[in-house]
C-alpha cells in the first residue's frame, strides 16, 4: 500500500506526483500512455499496470486528467466505481461547479469520498512557497488529507464544504485574470501604434504581476515553451462560457475573450503562449 495514487501524467499531473515523490511520500503511478510513467519511476514512484490497481493501492487517489467528462469515463472505462469504495478521491481535472457537484453525487452512495480542486499555478509553479490551491468538500476530508497536500503548495485553501466552491473560484479568478490580460494586448497596440516600446508599458507594472510577464512576452515575441497553451487557455475558458449559458448570467465578457481565441487559434498558434493573441491584433 503506498501513501497516494496519481493518475493522469500530463504536465500537470507530473508535477503533482514529483511533488510527492520529493517529499517523501510512496506514489503509485497510473497514465494511460504508460510512457510517461517512466521519468517518475526513475524517481521512485511505483507503476501500476491498469487504473484499478492504482486505484487499490492507495487510500488517496489524485486525478488530473483533461476534464471532468474524461474523469468520468475512465472511471466507467475502467470499472472503477467498486475499487473506489472506501477511498477519497481528490479530482485536481478542471471543470465547472455543476460537474463538481455531478461526480460527488455519483460516486458518494457507492462509499467513495470526493474531495474537489482547482490548481492557480502552471505546472513549474507546483511546490512552491506561493503556489495556491483551492479545495472543496467535506471539511474532514479536507483536513485528513491536508498532511499529503502540504507539499502541493505554500498556500492551499480550504473554501467551502459545497463540493462546487472551488471550480466557481477557478472560473472567478481565471476571468479576472484573463480580463486583465484583455487591457495589456490592447495597452500594447496602443504604444505601438504611437511608436512607444512596449518595454516600457512592461516597466509601469509591478513585477509580480502576471500582467507584466504578459507584456514582456509580447515585448520579446516570446510565444514558446508556454507554461499553458493558448488551446488549454481556451479549453478552460469555454468552462466560463457554458457555465454563464447554464447559469443564464451574461456572457458578453467571456465571449468576447474566446472570440479572440478561437481566431488566434485559427492562425496556427493554438500550441503557442497566450501573448500570441498580440499577433492577431496586430493583423487588424
Known amino acids: 500500500m503506498t501513501d497516494v495514487t496519481m493518475i493522469g501524467l500530463g504536465a500537470m499531473g507530473s508535477a503533482l506526483a514529483q511533488a510527492f515523490v520529493k517529499a517523501g511520500h510512496s506514489v503509485t503511478i497510473w497514465n494511460r500512455t504508460a510512457a510517461r510513467t517512466e521519468p517518475l519511476a526513475a524517481l521512485g514512484a511505483n507503476r501500476a499496470t491498469?487504473?484499478?490497481?492504482?486505484?487499490?493501492?492507495?487510500?488517496?487517489?489524485?486525478?488530473?486528467?483533461d476534464n471532468y467528462g474524461a474523469t468520468r469515463r475512465l472511471i466507467e472505462d475502467a470499472g472503477l466505481i467498486e475499487p473506489?469504495?472506501?477511498?477519497?478521491?481528490?479530482?485536481?481535472?478542471?471543470?465547472?461547479?455543476a460537474e463538481a457537484r455531478d461526480l460527488s453525487n455519483w460516486l458518494t452512495p457507492h462509499g467513495a469520498s470526493v474531495l474537489d480542486g482547482a490548481i492557480m499555478p502552471y505546472p513549474d509553479g507546483i511546490g512552491a512557497e506561493d503556489a495556491q490551491i483551492l479545495f472543496a468538500?467535506?471539511?474532514?476530508?479536507?483536513?485528513?488529507?491536508?498532511?499529503?497536500?502540504?507539499c502541493l503548495g505554500g498556500d492551499l485553501r480550504y473554501v467551502s464544504e459545497e463540493i462546487g466552491a472551488a471550480a466557481v473560484l477557478d472560473m472567478a479568478l481565471l476571468t479576472h485574470q484573463l480580463s486583465n490580460y484583455l487591457g495589456i494586448w490592447h495597452g500594447a497596440r496602443v504604444c505601438e501604434a504611437e511608436g512607444l516600446g512596449v518595454d516600457v508599458f512592461a516597466s509601469?507594472?509591478?513585477?509580480?504581476?502576471?500582467?507584466?510577464?504578459?507584456?514582456?512576452?509580447?515585448?520579446?515575441?516570446?510565444?514558446?515553451?508556454?507554461?499553458?497553451?493558448?488551446?488549454?487557455?481556451?479549453?478552460?475558458?469555454?468552462?466560463?462560457?457554458?457555465?454563464?449559458?447554464?447559469?443564464?448570467?451574461?456572457?458578453?465578457?467571456?465571449?468576447?475573450?474566446?472570440?479572440?481565441?478561437r481566431r488566434t487559434i485559427a492562425l496556427g498558434h493554438g500550441s503557442r503562449d497566450i501573448a500570441t493573441v498580440i499577433e492577431l491584433l496586430r493583423a487588424g
Open 50 to 65: 491498469s487504473a484499478a490497481k492504482a486505484v487499490l493501492a492507495s487510500p488517496v487517489i489524485v486525478v488530473c486528467i
Open 137 to 150: 468538500g467535506p471539511p474532514n476530508l479536507y483536513n485528513t488529507c491536508k498532511p499529503l497536500l502540504d
Open 204 to 261: 509601469m507594472l509591478p513585477t509580480n504581476d502576471p500582467a507584466a510577464h504578459l507584456a514582456w512576452r509580447i515585448h520579446n515575441q516570446d510565444y514558446d515553451n508556454p507554461g499553458a497553451t493558448l488551446e488549454v487557455w481556451n479549453a478552460a475558458l469555454d468552462r466560463i462560457v457554458e457555465h454563464a449559458n447554464t447559469a443564464r448570467i451574461n456572457q458578453e465578457i467571456p465571449e468576447l475573450i474566446s472570440s479572440l481565441f
Open 84 to 97: 473506489l469504495a472506501g477511498r477519497t478521491l481528490v479530482q485536481l481535472s478542471t471543470g465547472t461547479p
